[in-house]
Each structure stands twice: as C-alpha cells, then as structure tokens.
C-alpha cells in the first residue's frame, strides 16, 4: 500500500516440511517439502489435479497437513490464532461464491477487518488502504456496483482489491489471471511485481501461465501427483523435457535468464 506502509511489513519464512494430505482417503500431497522465501515472488506450476490449490491452502493455514509440519516461524500455521493469521496471510481465492449484493467498496472495506474492531468502525487510514487497493487494481469506478452484478473478471479484480486491503505480508493467489482478459493479465503481473519490489511482501502465485511465470517470478516450483516435480529459476524449470513429462506437450523454449515456452503442433511446427 503506500510507502509507510510497506516499512513496518516484514514477512515471515514459510515452509513445508513432509506434508502429505488427502480428500476422503484420496491423496493429494504426498510428503512435500517446499519453502516461501521471505519477500520472494513464487511461482506455482502443473498439470489440473497436480496438488497445487491444497498445497496454497496449507500455506495459508486453511487447512492442516495429515502428517508433517507446515510453519511460520516455529509456529503451525493451521494452529495461529485466526486474527494473527489475517493480518499476516491474505488470500485470493481461485472462485468464491458472493451470494449477498454488497457494494463493490464495501466488499472491498472487509478486508481491513483484521485491522479494525468490527465493521462500521473503520478509520481514515481504513478508508484510505480500501481506495488504494481499489485504484491499484482499476476497480475505483465500480465503488457502488453490487458485487453480485459483476463479471467474473470484474468480481475475481474485487477479489484482489480486498486481499490488498488487508495490507498483510504475504499474498497468495490462486490462478488469478484465470478470469482476466490479457491486458488485466498483464497489469496484474506488473502489480504484483511492484508491490514484490518493495521486499514488503512475499507472493506466492498458482498460475497456469508459463510465460507469464517466467517473466515475473523469482523462483518456480513444478507439481505434479501431489509431489514437487522441479524447483529453481524459471530457467531452471522450464526445460522441454521437464514440460514434455508433466504437461504431455511438446513445446519449444526461447532460452535465457526469462525463458518463453511456444506450443508446437503434433508435426513440430510452432
């Protein structure tokens, strides 16, 4: 948020270490070892089904791993007390279901309820981070649309304004850009960049763009059946055999420092 701010963020190192978890006996992470850096940009890649969506939610703490340790600090993050939790862990959803027509602003304004006693009890600092937030994503001019009358590209904008709001240290996003057109797309990478510069924040992005990925994280971490498949520099995992195994796609690769993936047709033609 403003520069103020982003002085007093300190965000904490995340890790897993051996977690396992499973839906109704169906094993979806299977002894994952991985780390959030603190105020690094992570970029979460695979296949559909790989583990990643669960994977974010033991970061978050929503969920807590069968077996193995998932931690800030020393502290379990499944055990933090739900208010410390929010004020130190913001989360953007992949889908969320608004059943009740609240006003973008106001939608938007429940993401200071960790920094406030209640709403209805919001300060001038509260009202300032909520318009902040709104302006970073472009939302301003939906301030009293209802949010129920959103496009999902307009609501999912909404959906990343209130995580803003919530001026915590680290962001998890899950797929993101999946309801943005490119141009959101992109200004939501640049957003995110900028707000990664300031080494205020740590982000942590599922995204099922590899371009994109490549161009903007510091580090990617490959899944695929519940296991970490890769893990380094963008450069590092964004190899056409590691594609080829993962994704079951023939792909060419623009090597370097930001490497970018082109499809190839079944006849090897780009």
């Known amino acids: 948020m403003t520069s103020e701010t982003h002085t007093r963020l300190h965000p904490p190192r995340l890790t897993l270490e051996g977690c396992s978890f499973a839906y109704d006996e169906k094993s979806v ?3 994952v070892d991985a780390v959030v850096e603190s105020g690094e940009f992570l970029g979460i890649v695979g296949p559909n089904g790989a583990g990643k969506t669960t994977l974010l939610r033991l970061l978050s703490g929503q969920r807590a791993p069968a077996s193995g340790r998932a931690t800030s600090g020393d502290e379990a993050l499944h055990a933090m007390p739900a208010l410390k939790r929010a004020r130190t862990i913001a989360v953007v959803p992949q889908s969320e279901a608004v059943m ?3 006003p973008v ?28 937030a709104m302006a970073m994503v472009g939302i301003t001019e939906l301030a009293s649309r209802k949010v129920t009358d959103l496009s999902g590209g307009e609501l999912h904008r909404v959906l990343i304004a209130r995580a803003l709001a919530q001026d915590a240290p680290v962001l998890l996003l899950d797929e993101p850009n999946a309801h943005l057109d490119i141009r959101h797309q992109v200004e939501l990478f640049e957003l995110l960049s900028q707000l990664h510069g300031t080494g205020s924040r740590s ?12 161009t903007y994280c510091d580090r990617l971490l490959l899944m695929d059946d519940g296991r970490i498949a890769a893990h380094g520099a963008p450069r590092d995992v964004l190899r056409e055999d590691l594609i080829a195994r993962h994704f079951g796609v023939r792909v060419g690769i623009d090597e370097g420092e930001r490497p970018h993936v082109r499809l190839l047709r079944p006849d090897g033609n780009s």
């Open 203 to 214: 982000i942590v992005i599922i995204t099922h763009d590899l371009n994109l990925a490549s």
């Open 29 to 31: 992470l299977r002894d």
């Open 105 to 132: 602003y106001s939608f938007v304004m429940l993401g200071r309820h960790p920094h406030t006693r209640s709403l209805g009890f919001e300060g001038p600092g509260d009202h300032h981070a909520v318009e902040e």
């Open 100 to 102: 009740f027509p609240w």
